[in-house]
């Protein structure tokens, strides 16, 4: 399986997913860490790719998502976008209304 078909993979089984620079537990950007905390703040049950140990997948996936910075947050294949975006999901009550339609 080519790392295109591998990430592909990777969205399309987890109903959510982040792809960031270390893990939930030991974040290695702030912007990692901040989403991932919005994530936990919705009670998401999420999968996360670390980008600095899959340096293959860093270098691919901006590429397929169109989206060129990480962390990068897909909620049922669909890219919900970084931080920024992640953390005006979660102050407007936005991003708790797509975690719970998680399938």
Do not use: Y
């Not at 270098?59 to 294949?77: A, C, D, E, R, Y």
Request: glycine residues 6%.
């Amino acid at each position: 399986m080519n790392i295109i078909d591998q990430i592909n993979q990777t969205i399309k089984d987890n109903s959510i997913v982040i792809f960031m620079k270390g893990s939930p537990e030991m974040p290695q950007c702030g912007f990692s860490m901040q989403a991932s905390q919005a994530l936990k703040a919705c009670n998401a049950q999420f999968a996360h790719v670390d980008v600095l140990a899959n340096p293959e997948v860093r270098q691919t996936l901006p590429k397929i998502s169109n989206w060129p910075t990480f962390p990068q947050v897909f909620i049922n294949g669909e890219l919900i976008g970084g931080c920024d975006i992640v953390l005006e999901l979660h102050h407007s009550g936005e991003l708790q209304k797509l975690v719970s339609s998680a399938t």
